[in-house]
């Protein structure tokens, strides 16, 4: 079955950039959309569509997907970014939603 | 504004089963597909099932096939799991969640979660 594999943890010092990749096969054939979760709360959406930001999500927020690899960007990187990241595609050949494994962002 | 609100969870045996609602506002609700997600302690986001707006059609994930469905009532503004045969993988925090409705599958509001813990 198709997996998405993200990094465990990325730390990241403020005001800095944070990038946070998801890799899978032809990944970039599929539209990508992230999550941010926070302790004890529920997910948000902050990119979908690679790169798209929903509305009320910040600026700082970017996405990009090619070749077998898609990133989530935190530009300027603040204290209130830190958050476990998830990414997620729909595989339309198999009729499967698959989430990646989770990136906790640390920010020191 | 969009509300999502589950109900339904608690402390059941394995072997046992369970039904979860979720009552949606703030937006139509038959225009839109809606899933079910589901986070064990401590651990990632998994993908348990999704259904489109008006087709009989659903989507699971293969570890709830046969076990789980997914249902809905445009009238009443409401999303059901029916959970058969738990068992103790089940264990987790399970949330209710709108697809974005754009064809790519990403979902834009979630409910706060609700508790299932499968145990003797």
């Known amino acids: 079955s198709y997996e998405l594999t993200q990094p465990p943890s990325v730390s990241v010092s403020p005001g800095q950039t944070a990038s946070i990749t998801c890799s899978g096969d032809?990944?970039?054939?599929?539209?990508t959309c992230w999550y941010q979760q926070k302790p004890g709360q529920s997910p948000v959406l902050v990119i979908f569509q690679d790169n798209k930001r929903p509305s009320g999500i910040p600026e700082r927020f970017s996405g990009s997907n090619s070749g077998d690899t898609a990133t989530l960007t935190i530009s300027g990187t603040q204290a209130m970014d830190e958050a476990d990241y998830y990414c997620?595609?729909?595989?339309?050949?198999?009729?499967?939603?698959?989430f990646g494994g989770g990136t906790k962002l640390t920010v020191l | 504004q969009v509300q999502l609100v589950e109900s339904g969870g608690g402390l059941v045996k394995p072997g046992g089963s369970l039904r979860l609602s979720c009552a949606a506002s703030?937006?139509?609700?038959?225009?839109?597909?809606m899933g079910w997600i589901r986070q064990a302690p401590g651990k990632g986001l998994e993908w348990v099932s999704f259904?489109?707006?008006?087709?009989?059609?659903?989507y699971n994930a293969d570890s709830v096939r046969g076990r789980f469905t997914i249902s809905r009532d445009n009238a009443r503004n409401s999303l059901y799991l029916q959970m058969n045969s738990l068992r103790a993988e089940d264990t987790a925090v399970y949330y209710c969640?709108?697809?974005?409705?754009?064809?790519?599958?990403?979902?834009?509001?979630w409910g706060q979660g609700i508790l299932v813990t499968v145990s003797s």
């Open positions: 259904i489109p707006s008006h087709t009989n059609t659903i």
């Open positions: 032809k990944l970039g054939d599929e539209f």
């Open positions: 703030g937006f139509t609700f038959s225009d839109y597909y």
């Open positions: 997620q595609v729909w595989d339309s050949n198999a009729a499967y939603v698959i």
């Open positions: 969640a709108r697809d974005r409705g754009d064809s790519t599958i990403s979902f834009d509001y």
